[in-house]
């Protein structure tokens, strides 16, 4: 039995170490996410000419087709996005979990490289694939099909659906493998054939899921920046018009694409408020008595749905395996070759070796302060509930709804003047990657955290062991797992980080995304294949990590 | 000197009074428990002298030693947990080698002292083991190793057996008794079985809404409750409240319910026109025929056959009232609807105030 609340566990009200850990948090808020972030909102207020607080900005929005069109186009990419990502998702997931499919995890391996590989990679195979002279649209034209050309809603939306789908096919397949078969056992009991179960019993159960995905999908499209950069050409959307817009506006205030950057918080805001509404109403607690059966389907039924899943999975890993393959193609100059060579990694390693070591360095740096950070104060979070922490906690969850763009934006006006200079540092590209990735860090660690029995910390602290040693000796080897999964992770996303580091960056903190970013505007494909190649055979290799030492499924991969 | 004395506790969550008015004194190297139902403070009281709360007023002393401001991990208390907080990522032999690690004692020590405290629970080669490989009982002997070990200079016990099945629930008791009684350390056991409190307990303490109701040995409390609510709590008791006639004859006084007469000890009952009369199940006596004393008629509503026992349940007046039978004969067990008799023994009657729920007079049968 437990009497009433547990309230100010094991310290009582003395202050310690604990409290210093909150008020750094509140500083890490205020610092990095409300100072920037209000600077955002203060010049979209301001009249570029004369300076003073007014609406010119915000008229010449809502009045001009130019910046209503990235709106509507943001809208509608990001809506036809979650569509295709369903539409493959849902049946991916239903046959993988329901019928027997051979080599299903290695489906799940490639569909979640496709989703953590870095978004401009697919976007810029996908040019080589059915660019003007892609190979896939010359086969496509030999038997007759002309595809619409790939710059523009097309191919953002190909790349963007290929590339995010497995949030809802990972989603939904965890929702199905949960279900408790006697509900469906029941269904056909009371005499529902299996079409009128799926509809009515088991597409419900899912349908949470699959929303949640679906919400994530439509988020990631939404404030997605690689993809449109790189294959949107004439087609803007709001992260691509903002940044246009910030690179136009040097030498000026940044009114308008503050103001875009507003509008494109507010549309996140929006989705992540949903999500959460949507994610605290409807659950469907599971006892998992009856784990679902796999059933083996025979002969042409069988052949179907190997085809299906291994042809959704196959599209999605095209763009990476075509990354790889010209990466050892011979180039001269920007120009491909017959045959094969290292001549592209050559290129890297002795031009840019620069470019790749910032990359693994900031990593390195931003993924220690993320996981040390995040578990002190995910740690506060799960442990000590008082009113500072209940404050705290909402607003840790900024960077969720933050694109990288606008932090971006953010960042650069807020650290280029007075009180705090970091403009051209690499500290401020670190920064960017800490802040984008914390709240990630700190719900992982808190989510960790309630797994484990606060009763084992009292009985450190009951056996005379002090609160700083019970931390040491207990919860922290008790957490260790989830914290190093969860910063290998973050490793991951910030190596491929390009949002926001590319309106950050100067020569000398070049990293690889930007580096490739840049080939790619160039025509220099070899370097970026190559560059690219490396950032994929990190991510498969943190990936391999992940699931061999630390026994964490894919869902590790859509939660962090 | 008491081991542990509570003075004046407070303590409460919000809204909600946790303790209130809480006096304790517990003897050195007694058994001592703390019994009531979930919410009555039994386990703030007790996370309260671990220092795992800190209460709102009043003094806690060890030893003599005010302890009011000593952190958790300075007290040396000794807690075995409900869901027995053994650490996963550690053996057996780590988790009991823990406070004594804490405390610097040396290696040929901690080797020593484990043994001892693993062969007194019954896991001698378990050292290896990790807590996963463990049954919910030998995880708790784990616990009890662990937290008397480092002797402390109490044993605080939160529930510990409340998440085993009932047979290992009834070993483990026997066993935690032994141990605490072979070490001499003093112990606060908290639990709201109060089969578990009666066999286990030097004394109780029977707690409700943040009060101590009684202290007592388990003989007093179950014999001799102060209120309706300890004597509710603690077994099983039949309450009937009954109309005074007026006047008192020898020490007795005449009381009627319906159409049954009953004649109540009369001490403390002067000027009260109503009593709730109680008597336990198993005080009945079978009525003769020509009619007994204090005799009890009423339609049999249910017959449960429990083995050892057969369970009546009477409706009496339009009060419900139950019967223990011990040794029941199929051939004596009455129907369904039947009409039966039975007779409560002045001696064995219980009287309370129905305002106050005291307890009027003294005495009850031991």
């Known amino acids: ?560 | 000197m008491a081991s542990i004395q509570i003075v004046d506790m407070e303590k409460h969550f919000g809204e909600v009074q946790a303790l209130s008015g809480v006096n304790l004194e517990i003897e050195k190297g007694e058994f001592f428990t703390l019994l009531g139902p979930s919410g009555c403070g039994k386990t703030t009281l007790l996370r309260t002298i671990a220092g795992f709360y800190h209460q709102d007023k009043g003094d806690i002393y060890i030893d003599g030693e005010l302890i009011n401001n000593v952190p958790a991990y300075q007290r040396n208390t000794g807690m075995v947990f409900q869901n027995y907080a053994v650490f996963p990522h550690m053996t057996v032999f780590d988790n009991v080698a823990y406070g004594l690690r804490v405390r610097k004692l040396s290696k040929e020590e901690i080797s020593r002292k484990v043994s001892a405290a693993l062969k007194s629970v019954h896991l001698e080669g378990y050292e290896r083991r990790t807590p996963d490989k463990l049954s919910g009982g030998q995880q708790q002997r784990v616990g009890l190793a662990r937290a008397m070990v480092i002797q402390p200079r109490v044993l605080l016990f939160d529930e510990p057996l409340s998440n085993l099945d009932a047979k290992l629930r009834i070993e483990m008791r026997e066993e935690i008794r032994a141990v605490q009684k072979s070490l001499g350390i003093t112990s606060i056991y908290v639990t709201h079985d109060q089969e578990e409190a009666l066999v286990i307990s030097d004394r109780i303490a029977v707690m409700q809404q943040g009060v101590i109701q009684q202290i007592g040995k388990p003989w007093e409390i179950y014999r001799n409750p102060q209120n309706t609510f300890v004597a509710y709590f603690v077994g099983k008791i039949n309450m009937l409240t009954m109309r005074l006639d007026e006047g008192a004859e020898q020490g007795l006084r005449r009381a009627t319910l319906g159409n049954l007469s009953f004649l109540v000890p009369s001490e403390g009952t002067e000027g009260m026109h109503e009593v709730i009369a109680a008597f336990r199940p198993e005080d009945l006596i079978e009525a003769a025929k020509e009619g007994s004393q204090n005799e009890i008629t009423g339609i049999l509503k249910t017959v449960s056959f429990m083995g050892s026992l057969a369970r009546f349940e009477l409706n009496v007046e339009g009060q419900e009232i139950t019967i223990d039978r011990h040794r029941p004969r199929e051939a004596d067990m009455p129907q369904k609807g039947a009409a039966v008799s039975f007779a409560v023994p002045t001696q064995s009657m219980l009287l309370f105030d129905p305002k106050t729920g005291r307890r009027i007079g003294k005495g009850g049968r031991r």
């Open chain 1, 1 to 560: 039995m437990s009497s009433g609340v547990r309230t100010s566990r094991l310290h009582g009200h003395r202050p310690d170490i604990w409290s210093l850990v909150i008020f750094a948090g509140f500083a890490i808020v205020a610092i990095f996410l409300i100072y920037p972030l209000f600077d955002v909102f203060r010049y979209s207020f301001l009249d570029k000419v004369t300076k003073t607080l007014s609406l010119s900005n915000w008229k010449t929005f809502f009045s001009k087709a130019y910046y209503l069109r990235a709106f509507w186009h943001s809208i509608l990419i990001a809506l036809l996005t979650t569509f295709f990502s369903m539409v493959l998702g849902i049946p991916l997931a239903f046959f993988t979990t329901r019928y027997r499919i051979r080599g299903t995890n290695l489906l799940n391996t490639l569909s979640v490289l496709a989703l953590l590989s870095p978004t401009f990679i697919g976007a810029y195979s996908w040019i080589t694939m059915l660019g003007r002279n892609g190979f896939l649209r010359l086969f496509f034209q030999s038997i007759g099909i002309n595809l619409p050309p790939i710059y523009g809603a097309f191919g953002i939306v190909l790349a963007d659906s290929l590339q995010y789908y497995p949030f809802i096919s990972l989603m939904t397949a965890g929702a199905l493998m949960t279900i408790d078969r006697s509900l469906e056992e029941a269904s056909e009991n009371l005499g529902a054939r299996s079409m009128k179960t799926f509809f009515s019993v088991t597409l419900p159960m899912i349908l949470p899921s699959v929303t949640g995905g679906a919400l994530i999908v439509f988020m990631m499209s939404l404030s997605n920046f690689g993809t449109p950069m790189i294959i949107g050409g004439n087609y803007l959307v709001l992260p691509t018009l903002a940044y246009n817009l910030y690179t136009s506006e040097i030498s000026q205030t940044p009114g308008m694409a503050s103001t875009v950057s507003i509008v494109l918080m507010l549309c996140a805001s929006v989705v992540i408020v949903l999500q959460q509404w949507l994610s605290s109403r409807r659950k469907y607690a599971s006892m998992l008595v009856n784990r679902p059966v796999v059933k083996r389907l025979k002969g042409i039924k069988s052949l179907l749905a190997h085809l299906l899943c291994y042809f959704i999975v196959f599209f999605s890993t095209l763009p990476l395996a075509v990354i790889v393959y010209y990466s050892f193609r011979k180039t001269s100059g920007p120009v491909f070759k017959p045959g094969f060579s290292l001549d592209s990694y050559r290129q890297i390693f002795f031009d840019v070796p620069k470019t790749v070591m910032n990359s693994f360095l900031y990593s390195l740096i931003a993924v220690l302060l993320i996981a040390s950070v995040g578990t002190l104060l995910g740690f506060v979070i799960a442990r000590k509930r008082n009113a500072a922490v209940r404050v705290l906690d909402p607003l840790l969850m900024i960077p969720y709804m933050v694109p990288g763009t606008v932090l971006g934006i953010g960042f650069i006006v807020a650290f280029n003047r007075p009180p705090i200079i970091l403009s051209g540092t690499a500290t401020i590209i670190v920064l960017t990657y800490f802040i984008r990735r914390l709240p990630y860090s700190v719900r992982s660690a808190a989510s960790i955290l309630k797994q484990i029995d606060p009763a084992l910390e009292e009985a450190g602290i009951n056996l005379g062991s002090p609160p700083g040693r019970t931390f040491r000796t207990i919860t922290l080897p008790l957490m260790q797992g989830g914290i190093i999964s969860g910063a290998i992770m973050s490793w991951v996303t910030s190596m491929n980080e390009l949002s926001a580091s590319i309106l950050l960056y100067v020569g000398k903190t070049m990293t690889m995304p930007i580096k490739i970013y840049l080939s790619v505007a160039d025509g220099y494909f070899g370097t970026a294949s190559a560059m690219s190649t490396i950032l994929l055979v990190v991510t498969g290799l943190s990936m391999f990590i992940v699931n061999k030492y630390f026994n964490r499924g894919s869902d590790t991969f859509i939660a962090a």
